[in-house]
């Protein structure tokens, strides 16, 4: 009987430590750069401007050179998240941060905050997540 409530106040512990992870399930695991989605939702935001105004121009013509330019990039980057890590690689190498959440307003984004106090926004899709970057979400695909 002792040994009943030990492995039951256990796994108690366990689930109360699994719910006070910094980081939403839909974040934590393997990601990598999604160049397609990422053009794809480009695309998508372009289709809001008229295709004669200088911005139209402008976004014609990131569209054409994109692809190319956020392979050179971003190519062969991934991203890994845990309960309170996050590990960025690209090129065979990589560094892992410590993350804290600093603001959540919707249940789909959120800031994080890294160790060396970077922020970066990030949000749920369709195929995996997203990071804000300037001027566009960059996009990654969950590897399974």
């Known amino acids: 009987m002792k040994l009943l409530l030990s492995g039951s106040l256990a796994a ?4 109360l430590l699994s719910g ?3 980081t939403p399930g839909w ?4 990601f ?6 990422t053009m794809k939702a480009a695309d998508q935001d ?19 050179i994109g692809p190319a330019a956020l392979a050179a990039k971003y190519g062969g980057a991934s991203v ?3 309960g309170s890590d996050m ?8 560094d892992s941060v410590k993350i804290e959440i600093v603001d959540r307003t919707d249940p789909d984004v959120l800031v994080i905050k ?6 970066s926004t990030w949000k749920r899709t369709e195929t995996g997540i997203a990071r804000k970057e300037d001027s566009f979400w960059l996009h990654y695909k969950r590897v399974k």
């Open 12 to 15: 108690f512990v366990l689930i």
């Open 20 to 22: 006070c992870s910094p």
């Open 27 to 30: 974040l934590r695991g393997s």
């Open 32 to 37: 990598e750069v999604d160049i397609d989605a």
């Open 46 to 64: 372009a289709g809001k401007a008229p295709d004669n105004s200088l911005l139209g121009v402008v976004q014609g013509l990131a569209r054409a």
């Open 80 to 82: 890994v998240f845990t």
């Open 87 to 94: 590990m960025v690689m690209q090129g065979g190498s990589g």
């Open 114 to 119: 890294t160790s060396g106090g970077k922020l």
